[in-house]
Structure formats: structure tokens, C-alpha cells
């Protein structure tokens, strides 16, 4: 597995090798496919030129500097320097870890990015990587630390996934909008016993185990077909508008129709009968 970042698990006295490896592609938050803007009139690939509109010019990447605006028009310059003077100048390359938590206790809302912690590619010294896994498997536990990552401070979670440790970067709490406003409204919307009735026979109705691989994506899969077509010189043909369904305004009886639908999908196909006892000797004193 290729990592992008070496250094160790630490915590109290014991230090774990480890390499950080991406566990998402780099497209991973947008299609496979990416595009470049061309003119329609000769598809030459358009340059973004930076333009100063006082000078009438373009500038420069020499001529080029940051600036924080405070106010309309007014800024604080900030020059490349600045923000190296406060980077994080951490060279032990280790995930410090401050504490243990339970990992149901953590709300993935603050989880940002996923990363593997891979292993050292010696067995005496990934003995204490499984030993860590496998105690935080037994206790459910997660470890959350600190790191640098390119100057960079970086607060983490690592949890275990399957056979291996998951590291996720962690949002602040500053970062996470405040959901008060939601829950005001919701506190002031009572429900009926029988509409959560039926509410939970719908959910009862869709329950199954969550499979990864039924996350299909199907507009990457129209996007390829349709650029296989274009390629191969087909003339793509437009899709008729979809007539959608007159709303249900009444709230039961739009579950209980979610309710009947959902059961057409999930009726188990009908099992052989197995043969009854008598009718099995029968046949035997037959033959």
C-alpha cells in the first residue's frame, strides 16, 4: 500500500510504526470523469489569466500576494513568511494520542477524511499494531490524537476497521453548524401513536444490512455511456420528461401506501413444501 506519510502511534511509553495511506480515491468527492472548458468555436483549452483591473494587466505569480479583507476593499497583507512562521514545526512524526473513547460516542458529523494506518513492513514490529487493534475491537473503543501532516495540525480519530486501523481527521467543534434551529421546530411538532405506528412498519419493511457495493452511482454510469456514445460519433438522444406522482397530502395514508409498496418489494419467494412422512413411506413400500 502506498502511504504518503510515516511515522508511529504514540501513547505513554509505547510507540507503533505506521504509514498513512489514502483509504478514498483523489475523486472520491466528485465524478471519475473531469472536464476542461474549451472556445466552442475552435475547442482550444481556455487559459485563466489573473488580471489587474487598476493596471489594466495581467500579473505575475512574482507579483502575486495574499491579503486577509477586513472591510470592503481593505486588507491585511499577509506574505508566504507569516504563515510559515506559525506552521507547525513538528518533526517527530507521531500521531500523539490524548485519550480513549467509546466509539459509538463519537458522531461521524465531525469526521472530514478517511486514511489507512498501514502497518510496519517488519513482524516484530507490527506485533503492538495488532495488539492495539485487537483491544480496541474488544473494548469498542477509539483513540483520538494530534498531527502534523505538511505543517499542518491535524486532530484524528482511529478506530478499528475490520483488520486494520482507520484514521479520520476530525472537523473542530467551531467548524460544525449549530442544528438548535432544527430542533426548536421539532420540539414544537407532535406526531399521533398510530402515524409513528405506521412509520415504524415502514422502516421494519426496508430494513436490511448495509452492503457497500449496492452504492451504485448512476450518473457516473450515464456520464460513461454517454461519452462512449459522443466518442463513437452516436447522436445522444434527450430522455422524456418523467410525469411525477400527485403528492399525498394526507400523512397516513401516505404510509400506509409506503407501507403496502415496500411489502410487494420484500414478499419471499415461496418455499417447497417438503414431502410428509406418510407420503415418504408410500413411496418407498411402492418401490
Not at 505543517?151 to 483488520?163: K, P, S, V
Not at 420540539?187 to 444490512?209: G, M, N, P
Amino acid at each position: 500500500m502506498r502511504t504518503i506519510w510515516n511515522g508511529s502511534i504514540s501513547f505513554g511509553l509505547v510507540s507503533i510504526p505506521v504509514g498513512l495511506a489514502l483509504a478514498t480515491k483523489p475523486a472520491a468527492r466528485q465524478s471519475d470523469v473531469s472536464f476542461r472548458m474549451l472556445h466552442r468555436e475552435c475547442r482550444t483549452p481556455i487559459r485563466q489569466k489573473r488580471w489587474c483591473p487598476t493596471h489594466d494587466r495581467e500579473v505575475g505569480p512574482d507579483e502575486l500576494v495574499k491579503g486577509w479583507e477586513v472591510a470592503k476593499g481593505e486588507f491585511v497583507i499577509v506574505e508566504d513568511a507569516d504563515l510559515e512562521a506559525i506552521e507547525q514545526q513538528d518533526d517527530s512524526r507521531a500521531i500523539e494520542i490524548d485519550r480513549f473513547v467509546p466509539l459509538d460516542g463519537v458522531d461521524p458529523i465531525f469526521f472530514d477524511r478517511t486514511y489507512f494506518l498501514a502497518p510496519s513492513s517488519t513482524a516484530a514490529q507490527r506485533r503492538p499494531y495488532v495488539l492495539l487493534l485487537e483491544a480496541m475491537k474488544e473494548t469498542q473503543m477509539a483513540a483520538v490524537g494530534r498531527f502534523v501532516l505538511r505543517g499542518q495540525e491535524h486532530f484524528c480519530l482511529i478506530r478499528a476497521r475490520g483488520d486494520a486501523l482507520a484514521l479520520e481527521t476530525l472537523f473542530l467543534a467551531e467548524d460544525v453548524r449549530s442544528q438548535a434551529e432544527i430542533e426548536e421546530a421539532v420540539e414544537e411538532t407532535q406526531v399521533k401513536d398510530a402515524e409513528l405506528a405506521l412509520a415504524r412498519q415502514v422502516i421494519e419493511s426496508l430494513e436490511s444490512e448495509f452492503d457497500a457495493e449496492e452504492l451504485q452511482s448512476e450518473y457516473r454510469r450515464d456520464l460513461r455511456a454517454m461519452l462512449e456514445a459522443k466518442l463513437a460519433g452516436e447522436e445522444i438522444a434527450r430522455p422524456e420528461p418523467v410525469a411525477e406522482d400527485a403528492p399525498v397530502v394526507d400523512l397516513m395514508e401516505a404510509l400506509r401506501k409506503s407501507v403496502a409498496e415496500a411489502s410487494k418489494q420484500k414478499a419471499p419467494a415461496k418455499k417447497k413444501t417438503a414431502a410428509r412422512p406418510k407420503a415418504k413411506a408410500a413411496a418407498r413400500k411402492s418401490a
